[in-house]
T-cell receptor
């Protein structure tokens, strides 16, 4: 089975721009979660989608949004980029939406905002 | 949210040595995983272990959920074990992980 894939792997954007990141979960996995990793804050939960619905949300401003499609692929969008949004963005998929199942992470998208 | 503390934050070992990494968490959980982050940033699954003990080769893990801690044991360490190890815990019915700050392991030849 193919693992979780994320595109693009690297991205450089300018302050004020917006960006869209994509995540394709493992086949059969219906839950997709997004995390931000920075040297200062570590790994922080952004949001989780299950069956095209956002079920959980972390403590991030409204500039961070996401969606999930009927094939379980997910996208996250960051609008009006700030320098502090530079980070590694990781997505994870799990088999169901019930929180007792193992999560598998993708390779991440490294975003640099200049 | 749940507080997750990992210790030690840094660990330097000679190849062949054994080590124990600890993860304490502040609330009841029913989802706990250990990960190794490779140099490119990907989190590699080591153990899914909300309770009990598991072993996989030179690695083993134990979670005592009632006492809110988990241990990761690395035996006969190798240079390829170097990297950052993360513990992540989650709440029942939520697919949301709280991560510790990680243990950075450096295994010297």
């Amino acid at each position: 089975k193919a693992g979780v894939t994320q595109t693009p792997r690297y991205l450089i954007k300018t302050r004020g721009q917006q960006v869209t990141l994509s995540c394709s979960p493992i086949s059969g996995h219906r839950s997709v979660s997004w995390y931000q990793q920075t040297p200062g804050q570590g790994l922080q939960f952004l949001f989780e989608y299950f069956s095209e619905t956002q079920r959980n949300k972390g403590n991030f401003p409204g500039r961070f949004s996401g969606r999930q499609f009927s094939n379980s692929r997910s996208e996250m969008n960051v609008s009006t980029l700030e320098l502090g949004d530079s980070a590694l963005y990781l997505c994870a998929s799990s088999q169901t939406g019930v929180g007792s199942y193992e999560q598998y992470f993708g390779p991440g998208t490294r975003l640099t905002v200049t | 949210g749940i507080q997750v503390e990992q210790s030690p934050p840094d660990l330097i070992l000679q190849e062949g040595a054994n080590s124990t990494l600890r993860c304490n968490f502040s609330d009841s959980v029913n989802n706990l995983q250990w990960f190794h982050q490779n140099p490119w940033g990907q989190l590699i699954n080591l153990f899914y272990i909300p309770s009990g003990t598991k072993q996989n080769g030179r690695l083993s893990a134990t979670t005592v959920a009632t006492e809110r801690y988990s241990l990761l044991y690395i035996s006969s360490s190798q240079t390829t074990d170097s990297g950052v190890y993360f513990c992540a815990v989650g709440l029942y019915n939520f697919n949301k992980f709280y991560f510790g700050s990680g243990t950075k392991l450096n295994v010297k030849p």
